[in-house]
Each structure stands twice: as C-alpha cells, then as structure tokens.
C-alpha cells in the first residue's frame, strides 16, 4: 500500500521508468525503409522546429539557408541556438537530452565530436539503442501511398519486417487534393474520375481497403484545416462519408483526425511553415453522433480547443482523444491539457505521442512527456490519497499502462 508522498514519487518514478510505450502517431520508418527514417545529429538539429526558431534570429534568405548541405545548416543551427543563445526553447532543449541520453558530453558543445558518434553506428544499431533509451515496444507510422517512394517500399514487402513499427494509412492528399490525387488513383488501376462519379466512391473505397490491407495499418490519418466541417456537399465531405467512414467501420479501423492546421502561412519556411487555427468541434460532434458504430481517434492543435475536445470525449465512447500535438507539445500546456483531461476523463485517454520525425526524438519526446506526465499524476493520486482511498503499486502499473498504450489497443479491439 502506498502511504506517503515519498512512496508515491517512488513508484510513480518507478512504472514511468519501465512502461512499454505505445507511441501512436509518428514520421519514423524501419531499417528496410533506408534513407525515408531520418536519424544522427545532423538530422536532429534541422528538424523543421528548429529551421523556424533559427530563422527568428537569422536574416538569411530562406533560398539560401536550404540549398546548405544538411550538415552545413546544421552548424548554421548550433551555432545560433546553441552557442550564440542559451538553448531554453523546447525543441532546444531536446537535441541536448537526446545527446546527454546517448551518452555524449554535453558540456563539449563539440559538433564534430557528436559527429563522430555516429560515424560508427548503423540504423539498425541506432534503432535498437534509441527505442531500448525511450522505453518505446512499438511506434505507428504515418504511411501515405501517394508517395511514390513509399508506395514502391510498401510494394516490395518492405516495412513488415519489425514489429515495433505498425502502419497507420495517411489520406490527406484524397481528402485534400483529390484533384490531383485521383489521378494517382487511376495510374494504380482505380475507375475513378476527377468528379467521384459512377462507380469512383466504389473504387475508393477499394483503394483504401487494399492499403489497409497492404500495410496492416491500425488507422486511417488525415490532417485537417481548422474550418473542416461536414456540412457542405464537398468532394472531400462526400469522400469522409461515402469512403472512409464505411471503410473504417467494415475494416474496424479508427478514422484519425488531425484539426486544426493551417498549411504553409510562410510557404518559405517549407515544412516549418504550418501554423494553427481554433476549429469548430461541431464537427465531431455530428460524425460522433451519426456514426456510432465508427471509431474516432482525434486531436487538435489549438490550445483553445482543449477543454470542449476533453468534454466531447466525456458524450462520446467512440472518441479517443491522444496527443499533445506539435504546438501543444510544450511543458506548460502538456501539463494544463493532461490535468484537464485527468480531471474530465479519468484515465480513458491516451495523454501523448511524440510525432518524431527523426529517429532520436522518441528519446527527447518521452523523457520530457513522461516527467511531466508523472508530475500531473502525481497531483491527482495525492488528490485521491487525501480521501482516504488505497493505492497500490500494482494500481499504479495499470493505470500508467493504460494511459502508455493499453487504452490504445483497447480502442482498437483487434
Ligand atoms: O500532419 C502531421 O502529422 C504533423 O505532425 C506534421 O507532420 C508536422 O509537420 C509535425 O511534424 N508536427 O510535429
Ligand atoms: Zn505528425
């Protein structure tokens, strides 16, 4: 039985210490994807967080700075937000816990010394390395079969090799180009037309039954605009309901949604350029509502759509809220959002996931979660203790393995 403060911190340390994460939204690959997984320190320093908090002090033209090699923009980088400046921003401060973790000299400041490491691992070295660090059993993917690279890897048997990387089937450009997209479609042997006539919401419905299929993808993924409604007669409105919402429901696949994106406010700033927008959640509302039989998995990139997204969930058991995405993933707001959703949902959420891009961020992304996760579970069991109620360590376990990734499987029931 825990009876005191102390012995709460020490289990709390403990579980978070040896949960077996299950990070459900991610940009990493397997070793058999080859160069599409981004890892090494070079990687870490441009990730496109990065590039956009260099370019607050830099007056570079943007042309100039990403025709650099990579490692040159990397040095570009370090220098700026390292060295010129102390390194207190978020994304800042991950690249040093990835390096302090790795086991490398922080104090050195010695790019070429972090080089060096790296000269002698190979990926699959750096995969096991880097998830054994992260406490990371399995990652899910983001896989969009409009990209020729990846429809060819995913057509040669490459990417069901490593258990510890499950697919999640990204739709973006269908729903959100589909202009163009379906002409993808087509070349693959689809009868579908610019206009979703005939027998084309059919064939999309088969397209994505067969990439589900193909990837064994435990969801299907889109981002979305912070306008997205259902409501018009849209193509990409009559694409959710005649294709993906039947497909996900027959195939058992949760349909993800990603709100609240705006796309390239500063297209020079290529992929740093997104930025956020407050949605409308009525919108999941009435997919919630008219479609009780689906699975939603949902999260939103406003701050300000926290606390109606945590009490949505509470009307809705098809509806899974996870992550504190992208903006959001900041330790003020990661607290403010898990102590919402611990105070409106109990533990029948999944709190984070990292949306590494780079191999090594899973180290960086879970430390950091984890610590502040703990923190805010440490409050509410304190809360709870104060009552009067028991708890065990055993009780611990479990509640943190639901919140790591046993509410995840759950919700997807296979
Ligand atoms: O659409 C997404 O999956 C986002 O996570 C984008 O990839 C974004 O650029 C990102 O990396 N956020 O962390
Ligand atoms: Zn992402």
């Not at 870490?44 to 607050?56: D, G, K, N, P, S």
């Not at 979305?224 to 193509?235: A, E, H, T």
């Not at 102590?339 to 961020?361: C, M, N, W, Y």
Request: with cysteine; charged share 25%; proline share 4%.
């Amino acid at each position: 039985m825990i009876t005191d403060s102390q012995q709460l911190k020490t289990v709390l340390q403990n579980e978070l210490s040896v949960v077996k994460i299950t990070d459900v939204h991610t940009h990493v690959f397997p070793a058999d994807f080859g160069s599409m997984l981004l890892f090494g320190i070079d990687e870490v320093l441009t990730y496109h967080y990065l590039i956009a908090e260099f370019f607050r002090y830099s007056t570079m033209p943007y042309g100039e700075f990403f025709a650099l090699s990579k490692s040159k923009q990397a040095d570009l980088i370090w220098q700026t937000l390292f060295l010129d400046h102390s390194p207190v921003s978020e994304a800042q401060r991950g690249a040093l816990t990835v390096l302090r973790r790795l086991g490398l000299d922080v104090q050195s400041r010695s790019l070429e010394e972090y080089r060096e490491y790296y000269r002698s691992r190979t990926m699959a070295q750096q995969i096991d390395t880097v998830f054994a660090l992260a406490g990371v059993e399995e990652v899910v993917m983001t896989n969009d079969p409009f990209d020729p690279q990846e429809r060819a890897l995913w057509k040669s048997g490459a990417g069901k090799e490593d258990p510890r990387f499950q697919a999640a089937l990204r739709i973006d450009p269908l729903l959100m180009d589909y202009t163009n997209a379906y002409k993808i479609l087509q070349a693959e042997g689809y009868e579908v037309d610019a206009s979703l006539s005939g027998n084309s919401a059919a064939e999309v419905r088969r397209f994505l039954t067969d990439w589900i299929g193909r990837m064994g993808a435990l969801y299907m993924a889109v981002s979305l605009p912070p306008d997205f409604n259902l409501s018009d007669d849209s193509l990409r409105t009559r694409i959710v309901k005649e294709c993906v919402l039947p497909v996900s429901q027959g195939q058992n696949v949760p349909f993800a949604m990603m709100i609240g994106v705006k796309k390239l406010v500063n297209e020079q700033l290529r992929l740093a350029g997104d930025s956020v927008g407050k949605a409308d959640i009525t919108v999941i509302e009435e997919l919630c509502t008219q479609y009780p039989d689906n699975k939603f998995l949902v999260t939103m990139l406003s701050r300000e759509n926290q606390h109606e997204l945590a009490i949505t969930a509470r009307k809705y058991r098809n509806l899974m809220v996870f992550g504190c995405w992208w903006f959001l993933n900041n330790p003020s707001i990661v607290k403010e959002i898990t102590k919402i959703r611990l105070e409106t949902l109990g533990l029948s959420f999944t709190p984070q996931h990292s949306d590494a891009r780079v191999l090594e961020h899973l180290i960086y992304k879970w430390d950091h979660s984890k610590a502040l996760i703990g923190e805010v579970l440490e409050e509410k069991y304190t809360d709870l203790l104060a009552t009067g109620w028991t708890l065990t360590p055993d009780e611990v376990r479990r509640d943190i393995g639901a919140l790591f990734g046993d509410n995840f499987h759950r919700f997807l029931d296979r």
